[in-house]
């Protein structure tokens, strides 16, 4: 698992949160992921081609994205609905593309697809690539978010 790769995606996640809906996340302690099991409600996942081949997935718990969703869209929600959802994959198209750009600007360039998104107690995530997956948590005011980052060979 290379570090050029991984750290744009988790910096990305900082900064557009920070930006777009004035959330401070505070990364946790990075591992690998063994199995395909979201330790959240909401999740999204992108694929990734170019110089690698891979993916990135946003896994939410309901609290978090209720908060982030309320301050992206400036109206209060309360309940889990297609707008929470497409905030969901809205957001993993804006880190995503940032940290594509930021990779970009060091020569390695990538391209995304179009984020799934799947929701519900236990849902599973299947990455693209057949290499290790990174699992970094996230925490917040109003609750946690994970990205997890997968890149074959």
């Known amino acids: ?19 777009m809906a004035e959330i401070d996340a505070k990364p946790g302690k990075p591992f690998l992921k063994k199995d395909d099991i979201a330790v959240g409600d909401v999740s999204a996942i992108i694929g990734i ?5 891979g993916s990135m997935a946003l896994i939410f718990d309901e609290p978090c994205i209720m908060e982030i969703a309320s301050n992206l869209m400036g109206e209060v929600f ?21 940290a594509r750009r ?8 990538l ?29 917040t005011s109003q609750g946690t978010f994970m990205v997890e980052v997968a890149f074959g060979r």
């Open 49 to 53: 081609t170019g110089e690698a081949k």
């Open 78 to 98: 309360t309940t889990m609905n297609n707008e929470i959802r497409d905030a969901v994959g809205e957001l993993t198209n804006m880190i995503c593309g940032d």
């Open 111 to 139: 391209q995304a697809g179009i984020p799934t998104i799947v929701g519900g107690k236990s849902h599973t995530i299947s990455h693209v690539a057949d290499g290790p997956r990174l699992a970094v948590p996230f925490e």
């Open 1 to 19: 698992m290379d570090v050029r790769i991984i750290n744009p995606f988790l910096a990305a996640a900082i900064h557009v949160l920070k930006t």
């Open 102 to 109: 930021r990779l970009a600007e060091e020569g390695f360039v």
